[in-house]
């Protein structure tokens, strides 16, 4: 069921990205026989989950979170009793920056208006952003800037905003899983903010 072609303007957005000449990172990809990673999961989401950028796994496959990372996620999930297919899980960067280096500010800048057009799209009602960089955009975005800080005081709290979509939404800043795959203290924190969503969970509907 898709009342309001949902797939049909994500698949819109996936034809952009694969075409999207404009990005430094797109000779990259295609030297590498990459692809861009667009998004993953329900289109009818409660719940967004935004990283920062793909790696190489992510970039073999197309798939959001599907390496390391994305181990450390889908336990996560599962700690909370969320199914990875309820949610929908993106990147604001969508094509892998080389030897996973941070994001540049143009990169962001460049790839971030089809991170907010998927928020138009799906409307999710609760946006857990995952890591600094996504953090930082989402509060900006969402007028929220007064609030930013550093990501070792804001992850795990609970911020409200109408001023983007039509209704209030939920912003949540989390540590990035890679952040703490080696670093046992993230991983219990990220493991302790994650329980934050369990409030948020409405049986009757999708997650
Ligand atoms: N890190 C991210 O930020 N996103 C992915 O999809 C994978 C790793």
Known sequence: MDPENRDEKLKAIRDELLGFTQSP???YRTENHYFPVVGQGNHYAT???IGEAPGKNEAMT??????AAGKILDKLLESVGIKREDVYITNIVKDRPQN????????????????DRQLEIIKPKIIVTLGRFSMAYIMKRFGLEHELGPISSLHGTIHTSNSLLSFPVTIIPMYHPAASIYNTTTREQLFNDFQILRQFINKNEVA
Request: glycine share 8%.
């Open 25 to 27: 990172l797109y000779l």
């Open 47 to 49: 719940f967004m989950f």
């Open 62 to 67: 197309g798939r959001p979170f599907c390496g």
């Open 100 to 115: 996973n280096r941070d994001p540049e500010p143009e990169e962001i800048e460049l790839y971030a208006p089809f991170l």
